[in-house]
DNA sequence: TTAGATGCAAAGGCTTTGCAATTCT
DNA sequence: AGAATTGCAAAGCCTTTGCATCTAA
């Protein structure tokens, strides 16, 4: 974890960004929580109690400079919230498992298969990137639907802005 | 191609929602063109001179009820304007090869591989939609590239908002 | 020292919503 | 007739930006 900061530090000195208090403290916290999905809002939140000072704009502005070196990766679940994951270098390939009924987002390791990419090789199309997701019901949903405890369609989060 | 509006038509009808001028021009638009992406206001320019009275509110609405009897898919590029395909009953399961170079979305078939699908079940995570998307430079911009016609990366899209 | 980063408030841009008028069924 | 739908304008919401101040290097 302290090494995963220290070589965050230097990639961003060598990308020709400064190390601040703010980008420190926005990295650590989603570097920590490596397999939860922020948004900006919830970073600014969760960090407000200990950095007073920290703004929302500073949020967004850091959240740019992390993605733009490649130490965390841009997730849309649908509902028109940008969310944020921390991606260390010997990340695993995964897609997402996005549950539309309670927001839940959930990591699993699944890399892209063979067959697809030679797929896209075969249009000339050089990857930089890619974003796999499924969305549905997650198990916890599925037994409370089952149970009767929650029916009401209604309570789906609205996922499609 | 009139047979696939007259089974939209019915099933809006079965679904409880009313057959209007407005949601039938949208439709045939979406569905004449079935490999394009379009966004709300390109839908609402491409339709404006034949319809003078469409307003955009009501492009909007319509997008939302087209999605949920399941007529169309929503896309999301990554930069923050959500795009629309259409999707016919016997649409073969594809991807989003997405350039970030010039904003080009192409499908290309690719069903989810039967590993991948298996590796969900057994999370017992119900699956009712997917998206897979690929980032990264089309044929065309590699090779502009390549030529030395373009280079300066800031002629990339935005496609981070 | 000084270019880059931050905070705040204001502005932007896409999307949704209130409401009166209109239109499917 | 009556409820759903539409258009317009206004509001909402997430995100970006201008600018004076601050700070890492």
Redesign the pocket.
Known sequence: MQEVLRDAKSLL?REN???????EVILELLARHSRRHY???EIHQSLRDE?P??????V???L??LEDVGLIRRLDVGD???RYEFDADDAAPHCHLICIRCGDVRDIACPVPQEMQSLIEAESFQITDYSMSFFGMCSHCTRRVRDGKIGDPGEDIHL??
């Open positions: 000195r960004y400064r190390c601040t208090a703010q980008r948004t900006a809002e950095n000072q920290l703004g929302l704009s500073t967004y502005r850091t740019v400079v028109g919230v940008s499609m802005q």
